[in-house]
């Protein structure tokens, strides 16, 4: 169980920080599964990357104010940059939350999710896009994700956003631990996020409240579930 600062990303008392590379931070049940995940791929010459695991609250507020505020790209389903000029707050909201989640409600905060790569397929100082063009057929980790699609489920992950359903666009790079994660939802409320974003200094104040009912169905229940196999 998650208080309602752990759920919300305001606290960080239920991750811990795996300090041995790669460093990464994540709910002790979590962090064990992917250890042992992360093995497993090795085993096949693998090497599975956390690129973004734990993220607090100020760090989701910190992306969302860049992304309103034009200072970071907004994207399309296909990873293109949007032309962005003419957009009015809610177009924005909306495209933000697109690809990213909103603060306080994103479910990296619970310490369960993960965004993986694999080190082996990147040649030196390549930095990772997590963006569609890296897992398409041809593309730099469509072998990882071949390999992930016939293994994760043995360590209690799944694809939270494995296809478009009218929310988050797909991000098969996103793991998500279903023992803690289908927990930590629980813990989260509609008027727990009213009250905190009312609280919170995000742009697009007014406009991200009137949506927050839907955003509350379709960007943050709305997930592709995972199989029974791995809970």
Known sequence: MLDALEVTGRA????????????????????AAFLRL????????????PVSSFRGHKMQLRIWNLKFSGRATLYDI?????????????????????????????????GSEIDVVDANAMPP???????PEEVRPGGLFEPLHRWLDGRIGEFGFFRPYAREQGGMYPEPWHLSHAPVSLRAIEDLSLPLLEELTASTAILGKETTLRLLPEIWERHILNIVPPPADCR
């Open 12 to 31: 960080r008392t239920h991750v811990v920080q795996h300090e041995a590379p790669p460093r990464f931070a994540a709910h002790p049940d979590t962090l």
């Open 38 to 49: 992360r093995a497993a791929a090795a085993a096949d010459g693998i090497d599975l990357r």
């Open 78 to 110: 296909d990873g293109r940059p949007r032309d962005r000029s003419g957009f009015d707050e809610e177009t924005i909201v909306r495209c933000i939350l697109n690809w990213s989640a909103l603060p306080g409600g994103s479910r990296h905060q619970w």
């Open 125 to 131: 100082g390549y930095e990772p896009k997590l963006l």
